[in-house]
């Protein structure tokens, strides 16, 4: 082979070379706009909003006046609901998880049951939105409640749950199962005493990640006719006297950290604005918090798993 | 006879399980044992009704999609009592709550259509070449580090892209474009895209990681470059998974509510023209539902005929995907 043909196919290898690393920077580049944007988000609302961040701010109901409005009503309400939607989602989407993984027999049945999981998780969220207000609003007689908000979150968040359920029984070997029948245990009994406390974690990763979801959601529940102005607080759930339990706080109307964002940024007053930030740093901090330690207990989790 | 288990994991259907003593007249149980057995028919009777809740849980998936189905297209065949079919699709005016109402959807669809071919003119390159880029050119310690990072991304609630499109992404485009109103379809849905990448990367990032090796080994054995395998030999293998990504990242961007009721005006505007304020399907249904409608009116039930249209347009679009999924799987 002459020099001539070698340095031929160096160039071309070269070009190659350079084509790859071409294309590594593109990527770079692009996954730092991503990071970047987001940065850019985080720090503007930082900025913004900080100074708006005090103890005040989060024992004030919104006012007309931008400098002595806050977020009370907004938090009480998000917690509120993030109970409903918590108690509510739980049960129902650790239960069919566990169905589909545990019970399912093949049939066109579980296939539906399937196929719906996977086509819910794709619904745009204001649709739920539209079902929440024809049906909890309306035809059950809700209304513009706790109740209802929390329902329709539930329902936003199965697909979630279920399929973090399913995916964590999925990693449970089938010798823990046969060591559980052959010790004679029954079928629920091997769910509640071995799959159930093992997929424990996994479940728990899915409600955390489900949960940051819903925190964030504003579409479904302004479609339901949540009020952007609430000046005051549904009962306590706890009374002094008896039966010192009270359930009134779930008809109550209500609104949530989202809607109380909206509300402030639609408005054109700069003042309003700045409140804005504020609560929309407060929202970022709770989602990433809430979202980062699903990843992080997902993670860890992946990493300890020896059976 | 195998447990149940054994046999379920072999892919049978479910069997019953039945002792084999049980079946034998002739033997005879001791006392303590018979007892422990009568206690059978109480256990499987649990059981079973256990088994039927689990099932009811399983299957509320189901009544959430008949649910959905149910009221969008009740309230809007009383709708469509009173607006024919004909001018809800080619009407060019949508005044729902005027005296002089017209209710032409392409209006809303209009809206839609251009924010989210905006999103998805930045999610899918972009989203794309991060894919590939994670998948194929870095080590797997960036990897492990940069995934997590984009699911991270993936849940900042939609109403902060919001303010961000309407308070800092606005100013800088209207001082690269002068003319731009404050309110447009641009800035709304440039944010869109950016809020949709981490979704289109991380899906499309897991189909290519699932492509075996051995076509990447066979590629590179064949002397082509790291940008040849992944264009040429990976990407058309994943590309089934690749295009579900897509089709879920256009999902969000029609779906999407809150960037656009905050970003991009919720005025009613039949264009096709990003640098211009107009309602999206989703944020005229906001719009509807911040005001005080009586429930039963005529505005009341065109937020459910634009909510039926919404699923419409997903369930084409989902279609579509379906398609382009099948023609192009890869078998291996």
């Keep these: 082979m002459d020099t001539a043909h070698i340095r031929e196919i160096r160039s071309v290898i070269a070009r190659g070379k350079r084509w790859d690393l071409a294309f590594a920077i593109v990527g770079i580049v692009c996954l730092m706009i991503g990071l970047l944007t987001v940065a850019a988000l985080f720090v503007d609302m930082a900025v913004k909003g900080l100074p708006r961040i005090s103890l005040e701010f989060f024992t004030n109901f919104p006012s007309r006046r931008a400098e002595s409005a806050g977020i009370l009503s907004a938090w009480v309400g998000s917690t509120l609901v993030m109970v409903v939607t918590a108690v509510t989602a739980v049960p129902i989407g650790a239960a069919a998880g566990v169905y589909l993984e545990e019970y399912a027999p093949r049939n066109w049945m579980t296939d539906v049951i399937e196929i719906n999981i996977t086509n819910l998780a794709g619904v745009p969220s204001i649709v739920y939105g539209l079902l929440a207000l024809g049906l909890f609003v309306y035809q059950f007689g809700l209304g513009q409640s706790v109740l209802a908000a929390g329902l329709t979150l539930a329902l936003l968040i199965l697909p979630v749950v279920i399929v973090a359920t399913r995916e964590s029984i999925r990693a449970i070997p089938a010798a823990m199962r046969e060591g559980s029948y052959a010790l004679g245990a029954t079928q629920w009994q091997t769910v509640r005493y071995h799959i159930i406390p093992y997929s424990m974690p996994g479940i728990l990763t899915g409600v955390i990640i489900g949960l940051a979801r819903a925190i964030g959601e504003t579409a479904p529940i302004i479609t339901i006719g949540a009020l952007t102005f609430i000046a005051f607080l549904p009962s306590p759930p706890f009374q002094p006297e008896p039966p010192f339990l009270s359930f009134e706080w779930l008809f109550a109307p209500f609104t949530v950290m989202p809607i109380q964002m909206f509300n402030w940024t639609s408005r054109p007053e700069a003042a309003f604005q700045v409140n804005a930030a504020a609560a929309g740093f407060i929202l970022v901090l709770m989602t990433l918090a809430m979202n980062g330690l699903a990843i992080w207990l997902r993670y860890r989790l992946r990493r300890n798993i020896n059976w | ?332």
């Design chain 2, 1 to 332: 006879m195998l447990p149940a288990v054994f046999l379920r994991a072999q892919g049978a259907r479910r069997v019953e399980v039945r002792h084999p003593m049980l079946d034998n007249p002739a033997m005879t149980l001791p006392a303590a044992v018979s007892e422990r057995l009568a206690t059978r028919r109480g256990r499987v009777l649990r059981e079973r009704v256990i088994e039927f809740v689990l099932f009811l849980a399983a299957s509320l998936s189901v009544f959430t999609t008949l649910a959905i189905v149910y009221i969008l297209v009740s309230e809007s065949v009383t709708f469509f009592r009173q607006v024919p079919i004909i001018d809800f699709l080619t009407d060019t005016q949508w005044t729902p709550l005027f005296d002089d109402a017209h209710f032409g959807i392409m209006v809303l669809v209009s809206g839609t259509l251009v924010s989210s071919l905006v999103a998805l003119v930045i999610a899918v390159p972009m989203g794309t070449i991060i894919a590939i880029y994670l998948s194929e050119f870095t080590t797997p310690g960036i990897r492990e580090f940069a995934k997590p990072l984009l699911e991270l991304l993936a849940g900042i609630p939609t109403i902060v892209y919001g303010y961000f499109a309407l308070l800092f992404v606005t100013p800088i485009l209207q001082w690269l474009i002068p003319s731009l109103p404050g309110f447009n379809l641009l800035s709304a849905g440039l944010v869109m895209g950016i809020m949709i990448v981490p979704t289109v990367a991380s899906l499309s990032e897991d189909a290519m990681r699932a492509v075996p090796a051995a076509l990447r080994e066979g590629s590179y054995a064949m002397g082509a470059t790291r940008l040849q395998t992944a264009l040429k030999v990976v990407t058309p293998a994943a590309f089934s998974g690749i295009a579900a990504a897509y089709i879920l990242g256009i999902s969000r961007a029609v779906g999407e509510t809150m960037i656009l009721a905050v970003a991009a005006g919720m005025q009613p505007n039949l264009t096709w023209n990003p640098m211009e304020p107009a309602a999206t399907i989703t944020s005229y249904i906001v719009q509807v539902a911040l005001g005080d409608l009586p429930h039963g009116s005529i505005g009341y039930q065109t937020i459910f005929a634009a909510g039926l249209t919404l699923m419409l347009v997903t369930l084409v679009f989902n279609i579509l995907g379906h398609m382009l999924r099948r023609r192009y799987r890869e078998l291996y």
